[in-house]
């Protein structure tokens, strides 16, 4: 069993890591870090909850520390459970700054201790459909993948830090850049150049709210966006290639079950968890064939969290590698290279 402690029961805490440690089987949510309040206590009565990472460390039995903080203490939670022993994933992002990212995983090497960032959009039902297609060849040579994350808000949250220009690696570039870059590097690997605008849309932004990441390769252009003002969004996802196209429309219904009342516990989620209606399929048209429905995968955000316990039993390879989690914090921090000098930038440039 890997007894596991969540530092911060914020939305990270509450919605995408507690409802996956507590679905996997061989997994135990141990203990919340939880400094002021006492939610976690009020949705999980069984589990302890410390106020400090001392009195969490504690317990020896907790082998697995996942934080789930603000951006700007990453480092420091992630560097005490290693120096402590522990195992650990991060929220993505990472760090923010790569030298922190590199530190930590240096620590981890030396510590003989695993460290993960949670990636969990690669289990997105639409990303593993893509993932099949590219894979299976269905669409010849891939020349052009888009994907936008789209929303409709027009006020920004006063009291979300993510919103605050003065707070470290806030904005939404890196909020969501983390998961569309790091899914295009799964996709295509490193590109060549990237160039990127960290946009503002809504007046009253003090920070980033959307952007575009172009991610050049030979052949493919890889164009990541996001938006705040989208009403009537677009396709979700699309792909050309020398044999065909799909189209993909509507995000993953996960997050949206999982932010709600709705959210599920324990290891039974149901048998359609992660399935997709026939009408929010998404559409690959072949060259010299009829358009046709291709079912989505199923999605599963628990893939993360077990992989982690299979790594951590030495069972398997972690699917979210030290190497991966610092070649995303690249292009992330790329991005804002690009976006500030209103250039394309090199993928071998220097980052900060």
Known sequence: MVRVGLIGFGLAGQAFHAPMIRGVEGMELACVLERHGSNSKAR???????????????D?????????????????????CLEAGRDVVVDKPFTPTMA???????????????????????????????????????????????????RFRLEPKPSAWR???????????W????????????????????????????????????????????RVRATLCARIIAYAPGPHLLL???????????????????RSPRCPDG?????DWGMEPEERWGTLSRVGEEPRKVETERGDY???????RDAIEKKAPLDVTPQQALRTMRGVLLAHKSSREGRVVRWDEAVE
């Open 44 to 58: 999980y009565p069984e589990v302890r909850v410390a106020r400090t990472l001392d009195e969490m460390l504690s």
């Open 60 to 80: 020896k039995s907790i082998g697995l520390c996942v934080v789930a903080t603000p951006n700007d203490s990453h480092f420091s939670y992630a560097r005490a």
């Open 100 to 150: 922190d990212a590199e530190q930590l995983v240096r620590l981890a090497a030396e510590r003989g201790r695993l460290i993960s960032v949670y990636q969990d959009r690669r289990w997105d039902g639409a990303f593993l459909t893509v993932k099949k297609l590219v894979n299976s060849g269905a669409l010849g040579r891939v020349a052009e993948y888009d994907v936008h994350f789209d």
């Open 163 to 173: 919103e605050q220009a003065e707070f470290p690696a806030a904005g939404v570039l």
């Open 175 to 218: 909020d969501l850049g983390p998961h569309l870059i790091d899914g295009a590097l799964v996709l295509f690997g490193e590109p060549q150049t990237i160039f990127a605008a960290a946009l503002r849309q809504r007046e009253e932004s003090r920070i980033d709210d959307s952007f575009d990441v172009i991610m050049q390769y030979p």
């Open 240 to 258: 050309h290639g020398t044999e065909g196209s799909f189209v993909k429309y509507g995000m993953d219904p996960q997050e949206e079950i999982l």
């Open 267 to 271: 290891h039974d989620w149901g048998a």
């Open 302 to 308: 628990r893939g993360f969290y077990a992989n982690m």
